[in-house]
């Protein structure tokens, strides 16, 4: 699966496993992902996009623009996929 920029995960695998998280990048190396938090923007993740599902949202670009943005669009995320 493509992911793109300012796609939503949750994270499949790994420490951040069950964890939402935005896509910041996509590369032939694996999918750089970030969420504001104890991944920020300024240092995504790379992970191998098999394990990443894909929420089915776009963030904004505006989401982007600071960690706190992004944290509060993702904390938007996660409670209407909650629901």
Known sequence: MMFERG???ISAA??????FLAVA???ATGVFVCNG???PLDNPK?????HLT???VRLEEEAF??????????AIVKAN???
């Not at 790379?46 to 098999?50: A, D, F, L, Y």
């Not at 623009?65 to 993702?74: E, V």
């Open 14 to 19: 790994g420490r951040d496993r069950n964890e």
């Open 65 to 74: 623009h600071s960690d706190k943005r992004l944290r509060k669009a993702l």
């Open 54 to 56: 894909p929420v089915g």
């Open 7 to 9: 796609d939503a995960v």
């Open 25 to 27: 990048a996509a590369d």
């Open 37 to 39: 938090k104890d991944r």
């Open 81 to 83: 996929f909650l629901k």
């Open 46 to 50: 790379r992970k191998n996009p098999k």
